[in-house]
């Protein structure tokens, strides 16, 4: 073979090379289109015996509308055909700021059949107005009070409750004094679809009423007492007032809800303390799990729900400590386990803020109070933005959903993404 035809031989060779680097970016590039621009789901792989699928669906488009939606939650009736379904957004600016501006609210009576991209479900969906119960408040000095909910189906009442919290703006910007934080809740009633006007309440300590927040995950009791958790401030001392979290045993008579007791309180000598606590139960077992801003979550116990042991940081099954930064963490309770939902540090996510991304889920040792290494599966990957505020809502027995968005908080003018993760879980 002479030197002419060695060359050719390279120069066809390279021209597959090249042709067929270009075939596989195509096959990523329109691949990744049609998850961000047509719907279409990704399938994460699970390391947990008990998954079925984890899917990743786009909820709403950012390129669909203007300013940035977050997921504001999602009253509904769960059961094997959940029904009833409300979705709420708060929009504020594009930059990724705190400031809630506007409010969107849509209607869904059917739940999706089969494994129909939720998309399609989507185009069902009816734009209704936000419900004049539960719109924000001014005060005579032109301060804007503005309520959050997190919704769960109260079953001894057959009616949905959103606890939530309180927050103050002065025009578009969020107002720094805490004193203003209180408890807020509202009442959807499937009879007569309605929401309830909401109401606040702050939970006494030491003998007076402090500011107190509690839009994390609750546990119901068997005779309808509800117990939520919060997070309250002893002593103003700025934005990063000391907090302490613990929990409330509440009752609800099919309208208002009082405060029947309360726990001890827990805290953590950082700036802020512990903050947004969510709370499950497990084999007659009360769990917590607290964020903070030392590098990692924590996890505490409780024999009743309201008497807290001392909060440890999270930990593998090894004992090592995982290294979380300062974001919310969430439980899913069933009867085959106890699982979280978070964040974590890892070796190739220090592009997005605080860490935030991919979202990951892995089965808890609820005897060690620790995460077993090897379940640890993606829910929502990383796309370069944070997942760190999501919402978890069981609304089948055998389907779980997590509600996130894409906040990007670099104040980049962006779309950013509303995204769901369905985990589908076997059935026997």
Same mark, same amino acid.
């Given at each position: ?15 597959? /090379? ?30 947990? @015996?008990? /998954? ?42 594009? %930059? ?5 501006? %506007? ?9 999706? %059949? ?38 769960? #189906? ?30 807020? #809740? ?13 109401? @606040? ?36 001392? =700025?934005?990063?007032? /000391? ?13 208002? /809800? ?36 030392? =590098? ?5 116990? @409780? ?73 640890? @599966?993606?829910?929502? =990957? ?47």
């Amino acid at each position: 073979m002479n030197n002419l035809q060695k060359y050719n031989q390279k120069l066809i060779l390279m021209k597959v /090379i090249k042709s067929l680097f270009i075939f596989l970016t195509c096959i990523f590039v329109l691949g990744w289109q049609s998850h961000s621009v047509k719907g279409q789901v990704i399938n994460h792989p699970t390391n947990i @015996s008990g /998954i079925s699928s984890l899917q990743e669906h786009i909820l709403i488009r950012g390129d669909t509308h203007s300013g940035l939606w977050l997921s504001g939650g999602i009253a509904f009736i769960p059961g094997k055909v959940p029904k009833d379904f409300h979705f709420f957004f708060v929009e504020t600016d594009r %930059k990724g700021g705190d400031s809630m501006q %506007k409010h969107h609210h849509f209607a869904a009576k059917d739940f999706p %059949k089969g494994d129909k991209v939720l998309s399609d479900w989507r185009d069902s969906w009816k734009e209704v107005a936000y419900p004049d119960a539960l719109q924000e408040r001014k005060d005579k000095e032109g301060y804007r009070f503005v309520p959050s909910f997190n919704w769960k #189906y109260h079953k001894q009442s057959g009616k949905v409750i959103g606890f939530g919290h309180l927050l103050r703006h002065k025009g578009q910007a969020l107002s720094n004094h805490l004193e203003h934080l209180a408890i807020t #809740y509202s009442v959807y009633d499937p009879n007569t679809q309605a929401f309830s006007q909401w109401n @606040s309440f702050n939970i006494e300590i030491d003998g007076k009423e402090v500011p107190c927040v509690a839009y994390g995950q609750r546990v119901d009791l068997p005779n309808g007492d509800i117990l939520i958790p919060f997070s309250t401030i002893k002593k103003l001392e =700025g934005w990063n007032s /000391i907090r302490w979290c613990g929990s409330a045993r509440c009752r609800f008579d099919g309208e208002k /809800i009082t405060v029947v007791e309360t726990g001890n309180l827990v805290t953590h000598p950082v700036p802020r303390g512990f903050v947004e606590p969510s709370m499950a139960e497990y084999n007659g077992t009360f769990y917590m799990t607290l964020r903070a801003q030392d =590098g990692h979550s924590h996890v505490t116990t @409780s024999r009743d729900g309201l008497t807290w042991e001392k909060p440890v940081p999270w930990k593998w099954d090894n004992g090592e400590a995982i290294a979380m930064e300062q974001t919310m963490t969430k439980f899913i309770s069933r009867d085959d386990g106890l699982y979280l939902v978070y964040t974590r540090i890892t070796t190739n996510n220090n592009n997005v803020f605080r860490n935030r991304a991919p979202l990951f889920v892995a089965r808890i040792d609820s005897e060690n109070r620790c995460l077993v290494r090897k379940t640890e @599966s993606v829910v929502l =990957g990383n796309n370069g933005f944070p997942l760190g505020n999501f919402w978890v809502y069981p609304v089948k027995p055998n389907e779980t959903w997590i509600i996130s968005q894409e906040w990007d908080r670099n104040g980049r003018d962006i779309d950013c993404n509303n995204l769901l993760g369905r985990i589908i879980w076997k059935t026997n």
